[in-house]
Antibody
C-alpha cells in the first residue's frame, strides 16, 4: 500500500528555521516525483514545487522560489520542505503528494498527484 | 505566473447537475485534473487527463475540456458531494504545476 506519512504539527516563532518531512512507503521512492502543496487557513491549494528523488532535481513555483527549499534523502525514502527564516505568513497546512508514473500522451509525458500525505500544520506566531 | 480561474461557488439541489469550470490559457495543450477536498481532509483525485475517472470514483463525476476551458460535471449531485473542488494543470513548459482558485460546491 502506497503511503506518504508527514511529520507532526509545528509551532515556531518568526525568524526561526524549520524542516518538515514526508516519508514514502509501499513503492519505489526514487521512481516518482514528490510535490509540496500549501494551503493557508481558509484558502485554496497552491503548488509550491517538486523534486525528483532519484537525483534531487527540483522545479519551484515562481511564487515560492527562493523562499523554501525542497530536498530528498533517497536512502530513507523521505522528502523535505524547509525554511531558513519563517514568517507569520508561512502559517498554513502543507501537503506532500506523489506524482503518478509518467504517461506518454499527445501532450507529452504527463503525470498527476495520485497519493497525498495527511498534511503538516505549521503555525508561526510570536 | 500562470493562473487557472474557477467560479468561487456553485449551489445545487440534491439530484441536480453541478458544473464547475476551469479557465486557463494553456489548457488547449495541457490536461486538466480535478480534486475534491472535504473539510479537514487531504484532496482526492476525481478526474484525470480531462475526462478519465479513477477507480472508486462514482460515475456521476465526469470531465471535459474544450479550448481554454475544462469542466467538471456532477450529474445527480448528492449531499456527500459537498466539498471544495480544484482543477490542476501545468504551465506551458510542463515543469510547474498550478491549482485553480477553487470552487465550493453546496448541495442542499
Amino acid at each position: 500500500e502506497v503511503q506518504l506519512v508527514q511529520s507532526g504539527a509545528e509551532v515556531k516563532k518568526p525568524g526561526e528555521s524549520l524542516r518538515i518531512s514526508c516519508k514514502g512507503s509501499g513503492y519505489s521512492f526514487t521512481n516518482y516525483w514528490i510535490s509540496w502543496v500549501r494551503q493557508m487557513p481558509g484558502k485554496g491549494l497552491e503548488w509550491m514545487g517538486r523534486i525528483d528523488p532519484s537525483d534531487s532535481y527540483t522545479n519551484y513555483s515562481p511564487s515560492f522560489q527562493g523562499h523554501v527549499t525542497i530536498s530528498a534523502d533517497k536512502s530513507i525514502s523521505t522528502a523535505y520542505l524547509q525554511w531558513s527564516s519563517l514568517k507569520a505568513s508561512d502559517t498554513a497546512m502543507y501537503y506532500c503528494a506523489r506524482h503518478s508514473a509518467g504517461r506518454a500522451t499527445i501532450f507529452g509525458v504527463v503525470s498527476h498527484l495520485d497519493y497525498w500525505g495527511q498534511g503538516t500544520l505549521v503555525t508561526v506566531s510570536s | 505566473s500562470y493562473e487557472l480561474t474557477q467560479p468561487p461557488s456553485v449551489s445545487v439541489s440534491p439530484g441536480q447537475t453541478a458544473r464547475i469550470t476551469c479557465s486557463g490559457d494553456a489548457l488547449p495543450k495541457k490536461y486538466a485534473y480535478w480534486y475534491q477536498q472535504k473539510s479537514g481532509q487531504a484532496p482526492v483525485l476525481v478526474i484525470f487527463e480531462d475526462s478519465k475517472r479513477p477507480s472508486g470514483i462514482p460515475e456521476r463525476f465526469s470531465g471535459s475540456s474544450s479550448g481554454t476551458m475544462a469542466t467538471l460535471t456532477i450529474s445527480g449531485a448528492q449531499v456527500e458531494d459537498e466539498a471544495d473542488y480544484y482543477c490542476y494543470s501545468t504551465d506551458s513548459s510542463g515543469n510547474h504545476g498550478v491549482f485553480g482558485t477553487g470552487t465550493k460546491v453546496t448541495v442542499l
